[in-house]
């Protein structure tokens, strides 16, 4: 019977029997140790499988931290001879080559975490399942990320996960955004009557001071009589105050040393041990004790209440057993078992290197390049945070006269390539003072400078950068290739930063010097976004001479396809980006793909491909969420505000912006501020408050400002004219029209041409305006600028009727009419239709658009099912196990008014 927890096993019970019947999802229970975070995950146990549900398991053992990807196997190892089989080829590969069990290349953690959703979802096809995950603190990084993943994906599953983590602990499942119940201690009602259950024989006094000690924790309720009646005998005066878990430890201790040397050296090695596997901890105990040993050497231990021996597995009743015990033995001894253990597990390398490293009490170059295997074997099972901190680890214990520079220069290299920019730079300046070949110490200069923050963008610290890329790039045969990897963070942050033109110069020219040939796409990629205005013809020129498929690398398709819209130019920037996007998905990499959707999504809204660019922004907004890079999340939010504001949901539109703008305020990239002006002044121009839309958009112009931005300020140009020439302001909307066409001429982009184009009517004099209307939508070069090509439209109509000429009017009325709602911009939309009307023509409400009523994820999965793609293949494109797939086209049906995946071609989906 649990004492007090009543409000607690009512809420895990909703939570089973609510996933039980298709709602699934995940809950965090946290708490102090011996709050009853494990009874009440074993109480959830116990109601699942009466109910005939499934339950799956992993204890979080804090010397298996450092193993990837071992928490999971722990986890999926009971059902993975079962149900593997019935995983996708890729999906199955993923997972094996995580935990060990193939030389597939390395996958993707999220790779990793889909083939474990679906592996799951396929189980809960058969029975509920419950995940139980107690100690989620010292769970591996790798396995925490991936169960993560899973827990932010389990509605519609027939799945309960319970994540158990001990209070003051960081683990990833903290930010994973789940729910959780905080434990709290017992009241003293509750406290007394489990102590009077477990101990009934205690004489008044001494059981108000047991409560007093325990303080409400449970397991202290119940561990110190225990230790008390052990004892034999009491003291009466009261000990000295120590905290319930000390106080506890202290407990578990006595009982240790009163068993017999055999056992208490068997019981170091199962707490030093990662696996709780019988065998190799009585191998290694007679290691250390130099005897036969047998499961009767532990049997005092379980008699104790120390352990529990099930089968082949050794397991602590509680885990302040473990550490007591681990902790208490001699620094002398706790080495002996490591190097024990180290013996013992002569074939499993990875757990092998990592005890011959807890063994070793100084720098060992033998166990760090033991290590550094270690990290090379978690690169290729797909964890390289895991390989970073190996190599890390590995550093430790190497002189700085061997291998310590090149392992911390290798490690942070990696936590470069995971976005760890902070760790790399003190790993970088560790590694300093080591000695390093010479092109090792090129390589560590080169990333130091790419990875200065604190020198701003100077021409002096270019210049020493494009200096220590040339001599890369001749002393290594990859040297080119990285010292472009290397100069890329340094062109985005031009773009962002806004140096001198000598700093933008100097960048250009250090990659140029770099480039194999005049199209190499990286050389292309800096040039953008170092010197946007300076480089943009160039760029843009030799885009258009690269052959199909000339660049088939997803990262280097996203790094062209965003750079082409740092220059305006998104018509060029699309098939890269959707390439990029299509390689990302096939790839799992889930980070890399939320940047290259947002990407994708504004270039989608300046194209005119408005229900493309939402689903785009919503994909990359909850990717962003999960990998952790909340700048791209604001991104994405702000091209959804926009969207909404065209869409007419005013309210949706200015939410998104200010909780956007509070998160950039807190986050620091505050360069990103000119996209929130942007939706800012989109929003006012669609409310028709065009002194506000001039205020916001001339913000992003002016270098006072906190959103100053050069470049951003030109994506609401054509805005900020629109509403100089409706506010009287004349002379305004003339000086940025020719801004505006300067810059299109210098650049060549072709997204400020659209834009001169449609403007240039609005800031021309009445009597000259007629013909620039007419050259300009007669023009091709709005082809393929449909948004800006129905503005012109409107504009005409308007300045027809507003000359009287009613019938006239109509036609490029209606033809702004017809657009706005292809587009499915219904605020603009409804100005079209109220221009008409006045011209004399009656028009109806816009017809709903039964696609309108799907979600953005909706839409996805409704026009993936059309082409014929199955749920699994669905899944595996979104990251969604196929239950989920299925559940979301369960809604889609009635929504499009059809009852089959059949009819779905049918259906009108949109035709961006």
Not at 46 to 62: H, K, N, P, Y
Not at 167 to 195: F, M, Y
Not at 399 to 413: D, F, I
Not at 732 to 744: G, T, V
Request: proline letters at 5%; glycine letters at 8%; charged letters at 25%.
């Amino acid at each position: 019977m649990l004492y007090g927890r009543e409000a607690e096993l009512r809420l895990l019970s909703d939570h089973v029997s609510a996933s039980f019947d298709g709602a699934g999802g995940a809950l965090l229970l946290r708490g102090e140790a011996g709050i009853g975070k494990t009874t009440l995950l074993g109480a959830a146990r116990e109601a699942a499988v009466a109910r005939g549900g499934r339950t799956l398991s992993a204890l979080g053992v804090q010397s298996e931290a450092s193993v990837p990807f071992a928490g999971l196997h722990q986890l999926l190892k009971p059902v993975l001879p079962d149900h593997a089989p019935s995983l996708l080829a890729r999906q199955r590969d993923a997972l094996f080559a995580a935990f060990g069990m193939s030389d597939s290349a390395a996958p993707e953690m999220f790779s990793v975490g889909l083939a474990s959703l679906e592996l799951i979802s396929g189980l809960a096809e058969e029975a509920p399942v419950v995940l139980l995950i107690d100690d989620a603190q010292w769970i591996d990084r790798p396995s925490s990320e991936v169960l993560a993943f899973v827990a932010r994906r389990l509605e519609g599953e027939r799945v309960a996960m319970l994540v158990a983590v001990r209070e003051g602990h960081e683990t990833v499942l903290n930010d994973a955004g789940l729910p959780e119940v905080q434990l709290e201690k017992l009241t003293g009602d509750a406290a007394a009557a489990l102590l009077a259950a477990r101990a009934p024989e205690l004489d008044p006094a001494l059981r108000q001071r047991l409560l007093a000690e325990a303080a409400g924790n449970p397991l202290a309720l119940v561990e110190l009589p225990t230790a008390l009646h052990r004892e034999g005998t009491v003291a009466q005066s009261p000990l000295p105050w120590l905290p319930t878990t000390r106080r506890l430890e202290r407990s578990f201790l006595a009982r240790a040393s009163a068993l017999p040397e055999v056992t208490r050296t068997a019981l170091l090695i199962a707490a030093a041990d990662d696996e709780g596997d019988l065998a190799e901890i009585l191998t290694a105990a007679e290691i250390v004790a130099g005897a036969a040993l047998s499961v009767s050497s532990l049997e005092p231990a379980v008699h104790a209440g120390l352990i529990e021996v099930r089968g082949h597995a050794v397991r602590f009743r509680h885990p302040l057993i473990r550490s007591a015990v681990y902790h208490a033995a001699a620094p002398s001894r706790r080495l002996a078992g490591h190097a024990a253990l180290a013996k013992a597990l002569a074939a499993h390398h990875e757990r092998r290197a990592w005890h011959r490293a807890a063994a070793t009490p100084g720098p060992d170059d033998d166990v760090a390049l033991d290590l550094e295997q270690a990290a090379c074997r978690a690169l290729r099972r797909g964890a390289p945070r895991a390989a970073a901190e190996a190599l890390r680890q590995a550093a430790l214990r190497s002189r700085p006269q061997t291998h310590r520079g090149r392992l911390l220069l290798r490690s942070a290299e990696i936590n470069f390539e995971l976005g760890e920019a902070d760790t790399a730079r003190r790993q970088l300046a560790e590694a300093r003072s080591a000695e390093l070949a010479t092109e090792e110490r090129l390589r560590l200069t080169l990333w130091a400078e790419a990875l200065d923050e604190e020198s701003g963008f100077r021409p002096e610290r270019v210049r020493a950068f494009a200096d220590v890329a040339d001599q890369l790039a001749g002393a290594d045969s990859d040297g080119a290739a990285l010292a472009l990897r290397a100069l890329w963070p340094l062109s985005i942050g031009c773009w962002y930063g806004n140096p001198a033109e000598e700093t933008r110069g100097l960048v250009v020219k250090a990659a140029r010097r770099l480039r194999k040939d005049d199209s190499e796409p990286m050389v292309l990629s800096v040039a953008a976004c170092a010197d946007p205005v300076g480089e943009a013809a160039w760029v843009i020129d030799r885009t258009t001479r690269l052959a199909p498929g000339a660049v088939d690398d997803p990262a280097e398709q996203h790094a062209l396809g965003a750079s082409l819209t740092a220059i305006w130019a998104y018509d060029l920037a699309w098939p890269y980006l959707c390439a990029a996007v299509d390689g990302l998905r096939q790839q799992g990499r889930l980070g890399l793909l939320g940047e290259a959707l947002a990407s994708q999504a504004w270039a989608a809204l300046h194209l005119g491909k408005h229900r493309l660019a939402r689903t785009a922004a919503d994909e990359s907004r909850r990717l962003s969420r999960d990998t952790g890079r909340s700048r791209w999340a604001c991104v994405a939010e702000l091209a959804l505000a926009t969207l909404a504001s065209e869409r007419g949901e005013s309210e949706t539109a200015t939410g998104l912006i200010r909780t956007t703008e509070a998160d950039l305020l807190s986050l620091g990239p505050r360069s990103i501020l000119g996209f929130a002006q942007f939706a800012r002044g989109r929003h006012a121009m669609v409310n028709k408050q065009y002194d506000d839309a001039f205020e916001q958009l001339t913000r992003v112009l002016d270098p006072a400002d906190i959103t100053y931005h050069p470049f951003v300020g030109y994506l609401g140009m054509a805005d900020l004219i629109e509403a100089a020439v409706r506010t009287g302001r004349g002379d305004a909307a003339q000086r940025h029209y020719a801004q505006l066409s300067a810059m299109a001429e210098r650049t060549t982009a072709p997204y400020l041409r659209a834009m001169a184009a449609y403007v240039r009517p609005l800031v021309a004099a009445d009597d000259q305006a007629e013909p620039l209307y007419r050259r300009a939508l007669d023009d091709r070069l709005l082809a393929n600028w449909p948004f800006h090509r129905a503005q012109l439209l409107l504009a005409h109509g308007r300045w027809l009727r507003r000359r009287r000429r009613i019938v006239e009017a109509r036609g490029p009325l209606r033809a702004a009419v017809e657009s706005f709602d292809a587009l499915g911009i219904t605020a603009i939309g409804e100005d079209a239709r109220a221009e008409l009307r006045a011209a004399g023509e009656a028009v109806g409400r816009p017809t709903p658009s039964t696609v309108d009523s799907l979600t953005p994820q909706e839409l996805q999965i409704a026009r993936m099912a059309a082409t014929g793609m199955t749920n699994r293949e669905i899944g595996t494109r979104l990251f969604l196990s196929h239950r989920t797939v299925g559940q979301h086209l369960y809604r889609i049906f009635p929504k499009l008014g059809i009852t089959s995946r059949g009819q779905l071609h049918l259906a009108d989906l949109g035709g961006d």
